[in-house]
T-cell receptor, first 111, second 115 residues
Framework: RKEVEQDPGPFNVPEGATVAFNCTYS??????FFWYRQDCRKEPKLLMS???SGNEDGRFTAQLNRASQYISLLIRDSKLSDSATYLC????????????FGAGTQVVVTP | GAGVSQSPRYKVAKRGQDVALRCDPI?????LFWYQQALGQGPEFLTY????????KSGLPSDRFFAERPEGSVSTLKIQRTQQEDSAVYLC?????????????FGEGSRLTVL
């Protein structure tokens, strides 16, 4: 079983709509959590960190549920430019430098 | 440039050949990471360095894979006797942090195809 699991999608979202998706992680010792964004054939880039209390960055809201070991990302007022693959990332419990990436959730925003 | 630079961007190798992939991190970044990304998958951790010290190499898939960062800046990932399953994009990333690896700055990757 992979340490980080994501629904691969694609999530087809009309422009202006809201989309939300989760990822689950298996290592209860993980301490830090992130969402990265990867455009087609490009490198991943940090979208936002995920804090225990939940956090918001513009149209993006991230939530962490440690008890159930899942992280969520919500995108409001979707833009065409939000089309990308969203990678859920958690730190490994035994090595701070070892980030574990999920396989990604693809989001396609349509006009 | 100011970002992470990787070369070559594309490499085609015949099965059994050795390849070397180079990463030039952002200047001043002490931490450097190598990831392998197969088509349709997320990046898989290979190894990381803090300065010249290789602190974790648990992700290297076999002893055919070797990474070094002798002077704490440029790093090279070497794959000996390449196999078809080694075909992937090899991503290098660097971070300014010594204590956590939250924001990694990735290079564009080296796409390796083994025939």
């Amino acid at each position: 079983r992979k340490e980080v699991e994501q629904d691969p999608g694609p999530f087809n979202v009309p422009e202006g709509a809201t989309v939300a998706f989760n990822c689950t992680y298996s290592n209860s010792a993980s301490q830090s959590f992130f969402w990265y964004r990867q455009d087609c054939r490009k490198e991943p880039k940090l979208l936002m960190s995920v804090y225990s209390s939940g956090n918001e960055d513009g149209r993006f809201t991230a939530q962490l549920n440690r008890a159930s070991q899942y992280i969520s990302l919500l995108i409001r007022d979707s833009k065409l430019s939000d089309s990308a693959t969203y990678l859920c990332v958690v730190t490994s419990g035994d090595s701070w430098g070892k980030l574990q990436f999920g396989a990604g959730t693809q989001v396609v925003v349509t006009p | 440039g100011a970002g992470v630079s990787q070369s070559p961007r594309y490499k085609v190798a015949k099965r059994g050949q050795d390849v070397a992939l180079r990463c030039d991190p952002i200047s001043g970044h002490v931490s450097l990471f190598w990831y392998q990304q197969a088509l349709g998958q997320g990046p898989e951790f290979l190894t990381y360095f803090q300065n010249e010290a290789q602190l974790d190499k648990s992700g290297l898939p076999s002893d055919r894979f070797f990474a070094e960062r002798p002077e704490g800046s440029v790093s090279t990932l070497k794959i000996q006797r390449t196999q078809q399953e080694d075909s992937a994009v090899y991503l290098c990333a660097s971070s300014s942090s010594r204590t956590w690896a939250g924001e990694l700055f990735f290079g564009e990757g080296s796409r390796l195809t083994v025939l």
